[in-house]
């Protein structure tokens, strides 16, 4: 992948950080749900290799396990005893769900939203939490990690891979001091065409940057889909713990994002 991505860049300060596991109550699964997202994977298996998708798009975008995971892992569902699964990137070959059918059209708005504690928040390189691809080109995505273009070791950046282009050139957003090591955060990402800004990102509920133009196309069609690495291959691999992991074929309001993550806390 050419190392010349074009980024706006946020000065984010860190919210408080902490040691224990959120205590999510039972109703941010029902608050999903009301929302009827097209991908929606709680990651919450205890065995073998499969995932089912529970958005609309149903069992033809189920996923499977490849690489070294571990699965029934302790999750940021702790209330109602959903488990999280755990995705390495080293060693041995690195950890990645692929989509078994991920045939989603341009979308000129969706919502990313999941919840994740990564391993290592010092890597210098982005790491793929969501990639969508086509044709071997990173269509969109979200990563966290450090700055991919200049080579920056601010690892607790997340970003959002704007895919409109056919190249891998395409222009992403880098948000600084976003996730913390071994902390669950629940974050996510609103993208609309046409509008300024087109995209926004939140962390913990609360909208913490927002960037881009109108002119910005829709997100290009994609055929694959990852969580943990990168669209068609396993590299730029995520390493950490995942849970919910949703996407959405619309702009989800700032409060319906903030209700997510305060139903998951018990608010």
């Given at each position: 992948?050419?190392a010349h ?18 205590q ?5 699964a029902?608050?999903?749900?009301a929302?009827q997202?097209?991908l ?17 798009l149903?069992f033809?975008?189920?996923g ?29 070959p690195?950890?990645s769900?692929?989509?078994a059918?991920?045939n ?7 919502t990313?939203s999941?919840?994740?504690?990564p391993?290592?928040?010092q ?17 969109w995505?979200?990563w ?11 690892g ?6 704007l ?8 222009p992403a957003m ?18 609309q065409s ?5 995209t ?7 909208l913490i940057?927002s960037?881009?133009?109108a002119?910005?196309?829709p ?13 068609d ?9 995942l ?14 994002i ?8 018990g608010?």
């Amino acid at each position: 992948m050419p190392a010349h991505y074009k980024h706006i860049d946020f000065e984010i300060p860190c919210f408080g950080e902490f040691d224990a596991s959120p205590q999510i109550h039972p109703g941010h699964a029902s608050e999903l749900a009301a929302d009827q997202p097209l991908l929606w994977f709680p990651l919450d298996e205890t065995s073998g290799t499969a995932t089912n998708n529970r958005g609309s798009l149903g069992f033809a975008a189920n996923g499977v396990y490849q690489g070294g995971f571990t699965l029934g892992q302790p999750g940021a569902i702790a209330r109602d005893d959903a488990t999280a699964a755990h995705f390495n990137a080293s060693p041995g070959p690195p950890a990645s769900l692929a989509l078994a059918t991920a045939n989603i059209p341009a979308l000129s708005a969706m919502t990313l939203s999941c919840w994740l504690r990564p391993d290592n928040t010092q890597l210098r390189l982005l790491n793929y939490v969501f990639c969508a691809s086509a044709g071997g080109v990173d269509r969109w995505g979200l990563w966290c990690g450090g700055s991919y273009a200049t080579g920056g070791v601010n690892g607790r950046n997340l970003g959002f891979l704007l895919g409109g282009g056919a190249s891998h050139q395409s222009p992403a957003m880098t948000f600084q001091d976003a996730t913390d090591q071994y902390q669950w955060r629940h974050v996510a990402v609103s993208f609309q065409s046409g509008v300024t800004p087109c995209t926004r990102f939140y962390k913990d509920g609360q909208l913490i940057a927002s960037a881009g133009n109108a002119s910005q196309p829709p997100l290009a069609a994609t055929t694959h889909l990852r969580l943990a690495a990168r669209g068609d291959v396993t590299h730029l691999a995520y390493a950490g713990r995942l849970a919910h992991v949703a996407v959405f074929d619309r702009v989800l309001s700032p409060q319906r994002i903030a209700t997510h993550y305060q139903r998951g806390i018990g608010q």
